[in-house]
Structure formats: C-alpha cells, structure tokens
C-alpha cells in the first residue's frame, strides 16, 4: 500500500481546481480583445476617426501577433483623444475612460510588467471613475438624494421608457401624462405629491439608493490595496453592477468598457472569475440585442 | 516589481479633468453630465434638460429667432457649457437670419436656461443660467 509523499507540494482537490483551459486565458489578451471587441460594438467619434478606430479594432482582433504592439494602442488612445478634445463639453463619461483606458494599454504594454502595469490601472481608473461618480451623487448634486433625478429621468428618458412601464406598473397614457406634467406641457393635479404613483415612487427611491450604493462599494472595494478592506469583494461588486445597471439604463458600452478593464486585474488563480467577467460581457450584449423589457411588457399584458 | 511613476499618468489624467469639471460645473454653469467628471446620472441638468433662446435686436425691436436645425450642434455645445465663445460661435451664424424687422442689427441676444423640479412635487420651473448680448460685428 503506497503513501502519500510528504515531500511532494501540497494539490488542491481535483474537483476545486478549475479546468485547464480557464487557468491558460492571460488577463491581459482577455482585456485587449474585449477592448477592441467594445470598439467595434459600438464605433465612436466622427466619420474619419470611426473608419481609423474601426479598421484598427478589426486588425488588432484578427492579427493575433499584433494585438500587443504598442503602436496600434498608442493610436488608439490618440484617435480616443482626439475625440474628446474635439467635443470635450459634449463627449459621454465613458468616452474619456475609454482614451485613459487605451492610454493605460500603451504604457503597459511599453512596461517591463506589462500585467501589473495593466491591472494596476484598471484598479485605479474603476476606482476613482465610480468614487467621482458617487461624490457627485453624495455631494455635488442638487436633485439625486432626494429622488428627483430618477422620478424625472424614469419619465422622460427614453431609454428607461420600457423599465419605467414594467416596474412603475404603468398604462402608455398614464406614462404620457406623468412625461407631460414634468415637462411643464400640462398643469393638472398632477402637482400634488399623492398623483405620482406610489410604484413609481418606490422604483425612484429604490433606483437611487440602490445606484449610489453599489456605486459606492465599488469605489471602496476598486481603491482598497490589494488583501485589505473590500478589496477580496471586486470583481464580484462590479459584476453585479454591470448586471444589473445595464438591464435598466441602455448604454451597454460603458459597461464593456468596465468589463474589458476589470478583467485585467483578475488574479491568474482565479479563472472562475475571469469566466464571470466574460459571461457579463454577453449578458451586457444580450440586454444591448434582446428587448427584455418588452417581452417583460408583452408577458403581464 | 515596484510601480514605476509615469504608471499612474492615466488616473492623474482622469482626476485633474474631474477637477476641472467640477470648478467648470460651479463658476461656468457646465453641464454635471458633460466634461468628464463622472456627473452622469447623478442630476438632471443635462444639456438635454437645458435650452437656448435667441433674440435679433434692432433699434427699438427684440424678435426672437428660430434656431435652424444645422445649428443644431452649436446649440447643443452651448447647453453643456454656456461660455461666452459658444455664445459667440451661435450668435455669428444666426446674425443674417432674416427677421421681418427694419434697421441695421445692433446685437444677438443669447439665453440659456435650465429645468429644475420642485423636491416634493416635481413641478418643473424655468431658471435663466446665463445671457450674453452679442455686439454685431461687421466683417
């Protein structure tokens, strides 16, 4: 009857370890490819910096050889930049992250460490991006605290029209009288506090929390150094930001863009995660393709 | 290995142009959404929830003027940051929109205003942000 070697290192249990080929995907391609895939899913700038940023993408994703060349991120961020300093007053949140996002790219790959290089940028720009995000909502803001941003954006932006049915619980004509009161069309009773329904009360107050909230662990967990704090709790607050913010607001590239940044720093022991990282980017693509809140619609009528 | 110092150029980046948005936002009425500071969804004075009013101002008559819609973008830049060259940049190219009215054009008359909603209600109001009287300027 044989022993176990004492001498041999110690093996986890087959059954916890996971499979071969999720320990073999490198954080950093995984991170490069879903950047450029976010890219392509969703072209930015004007026409000529679109047709450059496009082609570029496609070479990157299919010359596997030159997806870490740095002179291929090094324009990227500079055609992501130029974007910007076009329109600076008009471009979205997400267009800034993304040029400081090719930026990071290109120091890293020009790093000796390319993957700490990477991971410690994509810490750093999640974390901060969300700790602005939460002081603007905590702090600077006039109107988020109590409610008034989400009762008026869950009316009048269009993109949140579905959700605001579904949730609020809301009849086409309902929905259309509310839109007409906030925006100063008609003056009824409206006026009074008891004429918002209740539902849709509740829906704003519970968004509002719920986003400052989970917003606000993310900063925490994304700015704590590495084995302290909610640092252990990262890639599973930002997967369930993603999952849940972009169900609700349709604006699926800022939230490829945090999952092709988050995916970098995931630890090479952990590919279980690096799975959830991919398996939120198709989720994000499916709620971007597939009106789930239609169907939800169509399913209570 | 250690963290070398041009490491950290984007996160510097991202913080000095949150900086500048956040004194942009309260000494030039920029837009919360616009200029990079992650203002997004945390209010709603957007540039969508802002308007712009222009007026030709000849001798003794101030008409307003319909804005057309390739001005559209000028419109737009001027919502999110009411600055005195985006105000310029509208008011030149509305200065030879026909009016009805007789005389030489003495000025365009810019405004900008922003929705704001009652904290109990959510009754909207209007609020003027800023105005600025653009001399014409013959070329």
């Known amino acids: ?301 | 290995m250690r963290p070398r110092w041009w490491w950290y150029a984007p996160v510097a980046l991202l913080i000095a142009v949150a900086l500048r948005q956040i004194v942009l936002t309260h000494i030039a009425n920029l837009a919360p959404w616009s200029g990079g500071g992650f203002g997004m969804f945390a209010s709603v004075d957007g540039w969508g929830n802002r308007h712009v009013a222009a007026f030709a101002i000849r001798s003794d008559v101030r008409r307003e003027l319909e804005i057309p819609p390739p001005l559209r973008e000028a419109t737009r830049r001027l919502r999110a940051y009411p600055s005195e060259a985006n105000a310029q940049a509208l008011a030149t190219a509305l200065a030879d929109q026909p009016t009805p009215d007789e005389g030489p054009l003495e000025a365009i008359e810019i405004q900008v205003w922003s929705t704001t909603y009652d904290p109990v209600t959510t009754a909207p109001s209007e609020g003027m942000l800023r105005s600025f009287r653009i001399p014409r300027v013959d070329p």
């Open chain 1, 1 to 301: 009857m044989s022993t176990p070697d004492a001498t041999a290192p110690p093996t986890a249990p087959a059954a916890r370890r996971p499979p071969a080929w999720l320990e073999d995907l490198d954080a950093t391609d995984l991170s490069l490819r879903l950047t450029l895939l976010t890219l392509l899913l969703r072209p930015v700038g004007s026409p000529g910096i679109r047709v450059a940023i496009l082609a570029l993408a496609t070479f990157g994703l299919t010359v596997p050889s030159r997806l870490r060349h740095p002179a291929l991120w090094a324009t990227l961020a500079a055609l992501t930049s130029i974007r910007v300093l076009l329109d600076w007053s008009l471009a979205d949140n997400h267009a800034y992250l993304l040029a400081y996002w090719c930026l990071a790219i290109t120091l890293a790959l020009l790093a000796r460490d390319t993957g700490a290089c990477l991971a410690l940028n994509a810490r750093l720009l999640i974390g901060w991006a969300f700790a602005l995000a939460v002081l603007w909502k905590l702090v600077l803001s006039p109107d988020y605290l109590d409610g008034r941003f989400f009762r008026v954006t869950l009316l009048t932006d269009e993109r949140f029209a579905d959700f605001t049915r579904l949730a609020g619980g809301l009849a086409t004509d309902e929905l259309g009288a509310l839109r007409a009161f906030v925006r100063g069309d008609l003056s009824i009773d409206a006026g009074a506090p008891g004429a918002f329904p209740e539902r849709l009360l509740a829906v704003a107050r519970l968004a509002t929390f719920w986003t400052v909230g989970v917003e606000a662990a993310v900063a925490v967990a994304w700015l704590s150094p590495l084995g302290r704090g909610l640092s252990f709790a990262r890639d599973v607050l930002l997967l369930a930001f993603c999952v849940t913010t972009y169900a609700v607001a349709t604006i699926a590239g800022f939230g490829w863009l945090l999952l092709s940044m988050g995916i970098a720093q995931c630890d090479p022991h952990r590919g279980r995660t690096r799975v959830g990282y991919l398996a939120a980017f198709g989720v994000v693509l499916a709620y971007d393709g597939l009106p789930f809140m239609r169907w939800g619609l169509d399913w209570l009528r």
